[in-house]
T-cell receptor, first 111, second 115 residues
């Protein structure tokens, strides 16, 4: 499978816990994006990497959120001290040019 | 800021018929890309079709075609010969040509296909 992969697919956590998600982009893609999608809405941009450099962060990305892309390959998104409002689908996408290819997402439920 | 509006929360179509999903957007940029993405239930988002704003010709991909009206900032998706597998959420998306990081999505249209 040469598509974008994300792990885990589902995560249930208690409020206050930290969680980390992983995204493996399509291998030749140098751009990687994180989005958050809540029920009934379109994805909202969170952050963007070109190779290993994080070039843009949305105001949606509070201080509790951090993302990394070491060596310009896979990326991780960590949420510290989770809140119930963090419950959402977290989508990763990668691109080489202008088309973005999405992974299956990680559904986070904060109880 | 760029915004994307999908005014139809839900649409339905009879199998083998044609349906059109609407999308409008607001931008001050002259060069940009527009996309339609499909998100089946519990499955990942896939690209259906894209349109470059500098191209006057409407994009077509098999049964999917767009009606791109740049002056009106309208970008509708037409699905011909609808199939049961077309049932999904459809999202319209905008990305400026110079801006590589921020793709804006509409709220989506849920398409139901009736057998």
């Amino acid at each position: 499978d040469t598509g974008v992969s994300q792990n885990p697919r589902h995560k249930i956590t208690k409020r206050g816990q930290n969680v980390t998600f992983r995204c493996d982009p399509i291998s030749e893609h140098n751009r990687l994006y994180w989005y958050r999608q809540t029920l009934g809405q379109g994805p909202e941009f969170l952050t963007y990497f070109q190779n290993e450099a994080q070039l843009e962060k949305s105001r949606l990305l509070s201080d509790r959120f951090s993302a990394e892309r070491p060596k310009g390959s896979f990326s991780t998104l960590e949420i510290q001290r989770t809140e119930q409002g963090d419950s959402a689908m977290y989508l990763c996408a990668s691109s080489l040019l202008y088309e973005q290819y999405f992974g299956p997402g990680t559904r986070l439920t904060v109880t | 800021a760029q915004t994307v509006t999908q005014s139809q929360p839900e649409m339905s179509v009879q199998e083998a018929e044609t349906v059109t999903l609407s999308c409008t957007y607001d931008t001050s940029e002259s060069d940009y890309y527009l996309f339609w993405y499909k998100q089946p239930p519990s499955r990942q988002m896939i690209l259906v079709i894209r349109q470059e704003a500098y191209k006057q010709q409407n994009a077509t991909e098999n049964r999917f075609s767009v009606n791109f009206q740049k002056a009106a900032k309208s970008f509708s998706l037409k699905i011909s010969d609808s199939q049961l597998g077309d049932a999904a959420m459809y999202f319209c998306a905008y990305r400026g040509r110079q801006n590589n990081n921020d793709m804006r999505f509409g709220a989506g249209t849920r398409l139901t296909v009736k057998p």
